[in-house]
Nanobody, 123 residues
Framework: QVQLVESGGGAVQAGGSLRLSCAAS????????MGWFRQAPGKERDFVAS????????YYADSVKGRFTISRDNAKNTVYLQMNSLKPEDTAVYYC????????????????WGQGTQVTVSS
């Protein structure tokens, strides 16, 4: 089992920045690829970004490329999502997830999920 706890969400004006953190406990953190997803009210949970076990490979949804950066610190068992130039359409609950397999782009690739943290961007 892997337990994931997100933090860092909040309310910000358009153009602002937030940094989300996800602290992992349980199994060996470096054995898992990590990802961030988001879900707006009434919508599906969508992929935002993911990062490989060692941090050497990262992937982003087109909607956040150039604005968001995913990173991880395996010594601290933590993955981060730096969000810059935020837009109202970024408003959602953001979820951290861990994947034990070889793939880490789709929701079904991820085995463990956090409870989510709310991000609200006002115009």
């Amino acid at each position: 089992q892997v337990q994931l706890v997100e933090s860092g969400g909040g309310a910000v004006q358009a153009g602002g920045s937030l940094r989300l953190s996800c602290a992992a406990s349980g199994r060996t953190f470096s054995n898992y690829a990590m990802g961030w997803f988001r879900q707006a009210p009434g919508k599906e949970r969508d992929f935002v970004a993911s990062i490989s076990w060692g941090g050497g490979s990262t992937y982003y949804a087109d909607s956040v490329k150039g604005r968001f950066t995913i990173s991880r610190d395996n010594a601290k068992n933590t993955v981060y999502l730096q969000m810059n130039s935020l837009k109202p359409e970024d408003t959602a609950v953001y979820y951290c997830a861990a994947a034990s397999g070889a793939h880490y782009l789709a929701k079904h690739d991820f085995n463990y999920w956090g409870q989510g943290t709310q991000v609200t961007v006002s115009s």
